[in-house]
């Protein structure tokens, strides 16, 4: 895929992102109790993919208000029409994939921005499982790291429920945790055709053994039995 163009987020991005961040911070300050361990393994002022699990709404905006920089975003098209989430991903600038799709366009667009410096937070499972156990992932992150040859930072999310505003509202303030795991690199792809995507599958689903290795057992779902640890990751 030949990428032509620099990336350069757009300056209304730039100036209403901060502020957002801010916000969201104090809302979820407000709403639950935040936990966040691993930041000393964000290698600021680099590019790379961070791949969390998906079980709501609350992912995405969790991740980005208190992630120590600023990332680049996807979503589903079909949230964008929808009252209070759409406007909120416009203003932020999140990008709309449609699901079940190959968009050349938009993985053009994703790949030119990893390799302009910026960060990208991607769901390797595709949307929202509404459950804590996590599904198999789809190739799509393969694909992206493959192309660009970053590093991916396991995200693991716990108690971002469906039920997490409506326990917020009752003022239960449940626990919100974010688990940020060590950086590591996804081994070349190689072959062509079928053995390729078979290989990329191979990727996606090491990205996912990393994630599971960071969640509670009864998140891991699917890779409950290949979960690799942190302690596993360093031999």
Same mark, same amino acid.
């Given at each position: 895929?030949?990428? #032509?163009?620099?990336?350069?987020?757009?300056?209304?991005?730039?100036?209403?992102?901060?502020?957002?961040?801010?916000?969201?911070?104090?809302?979820?300050?407000?709403?639950?109790?935040?936990?966040?361990?691993?930041?000393?393994?964000?290698?600021?002022?680099?590019?790379?993919?961070?791949?969390?699990?998906?079980? #709501?709404?609350?992912?995405?905006?969790?991740?980005?208000?208190? =992630?120590?920089?600023?990332?680049?975003?996807?979503?589903?098209?079909?949230?964008?029409?929808?009252?209070?989430?759409?406007?909120?991903?416009?203003?932020?600038?999140?990008?709309?994939?449609?699901?079940?799709?190959?968009?050349?366009?938009?993985?053009?667009?994703?790949?030119?921005?990893?390799? #302009?410096?910026?960060?990208? @937070?991607?769901?390797?499972?595709?949307?929202?499982?509404?459950?804590?156990?996590?599904?198999?992932?789809?190739?799509?992150?393969?694909?992206?790291?493959?192309?660009?040859?970053?590093?991916?930072?396991?995200?693991?999310?716990?108690?971002?429920?469906?039920?997490? =505003?409506?326990?917020?509202?009752?003022?239960?303030?449940?626990?919100?945790?974010?688990?940020?795991?060590?950086?590591?690199?996804?081994?070349?792809?190689?072959?062509?055709?079928?053995?390729?995507?078979?290989?990329?599958?191979?990727?996606?689903? @090491?990205?996912?053994?990393?994630?599971?290795?960071?969640?509670?057992?009864?998140?891991?779902?699917?890779?409950?039995? #290949?979960?690799?640890?942190?302690?596993?990751?360093?031999?």
């Amino acid at each position: 895929m030949r990428v #032509s163009e620099k990336y350069r987020v757009p300056l209304r991005y730039r100036l209403i992102r901060p502020l957002m961040k801010i916000v969201f911070r104090g809302l979820f300050h407000i709403l639950g109790r935040i936990k966040i361990t691993g930041k000393e393994n964000v290698p600021y002022g680099k590019s790379y993919v961070v791949a969390m699990n998906h079980i #709501s709404i609350f992912d995405p905006p969790l991740i980005a208000a208190f =992630w120590p920089e600023m990332l680049e975003i996807m979503g589903a098209a079909e949230v964008f029409g929808k009252p209070g989430q759409g406007p909120l991903l416009k203003l932020y600038g999140v990008m709309r994939v449609h699901r079940g799709e190959v968009e050349r366009t938009l993985l053009t667009r994703i790949i030119s921005l990893i390799k #302009s410096g910026r960060p990208f @937070l991607i769901a390797p499972e595709g949307g929202r499982s509404h459950v804590v156990a996590m599904r198999r992932a789809k190739p799509g992150i393969a694909y992206i790291v493959e192309h660009t040859g970053v590093p991916v930072i396991p995200v693991g999310l716990v108690g971002t429920t469906d039920d997490f =505003w409506q326990r917020a509202k009752r003022g239960d303030r449940p626990s919100l945790e974010m688990r940020i795991g060590k950086p590591f690199m996804l081994p070349p792809v190689e072959g062509k055709g079928g053995e390729r995507h078979e290989a990329r599958q191979r990727n996606a689903d @090491l990205v996912m053994s990393h994630l599971a290795g960071i969640l509670p057992e009864d998140y891991r779902g699917v890779y409950a039995d #290949s979960a690799i640890t942190p302690a596993q990751a360093g031999h």
